[in-house]
């Protein structure tokens, strides 16, 4: 667990913050020897399903463009971007 001094958490938030969601749970000191402990909600900590996410994309896609689309427009569309 990192201890962080109030001072540090004044002038610098972002960045306790940062450790608190990297380590987990931060410590606070005070001056007078009090501290404090500073953990990040559990549902804030929720990671990305990062492969469903894509998945389902893949699937908005395919239904958008069921067919691919044949070589003679490609080739039409990549001159008209190049200026041909």
Do not use: N
Not at 26 to 41: A, E, L, M, Q
Not at 51 to 62: K, N, Q, T, Y
Request: proline share 6%; net charge positive; with cysteine.
């Amino acid at each position: 667990m990192k201890t962080f001094t109030v001072r540090e958490l004044d002038r610098e938030p972002a960045v306790v913050l940062a450790a608190c969601e990297r380590e987990g749970v931060v410590r606070i000191r005070r001056r007078d020897g009090r501290s404090y402990t500073v953990r990040p909600d559990a549902a804030a900590a929720r990671k990305v399903a990062w492969r469903r996410l894509m998945a389902e994309h893949r699937g908005r896609i395919a239904r958008i463009f069921p067919e691919p689309i044949p070589k003679a427009q490609v080739r039409l569309v990549d001159q008209l971007i190049g200026g041909e």
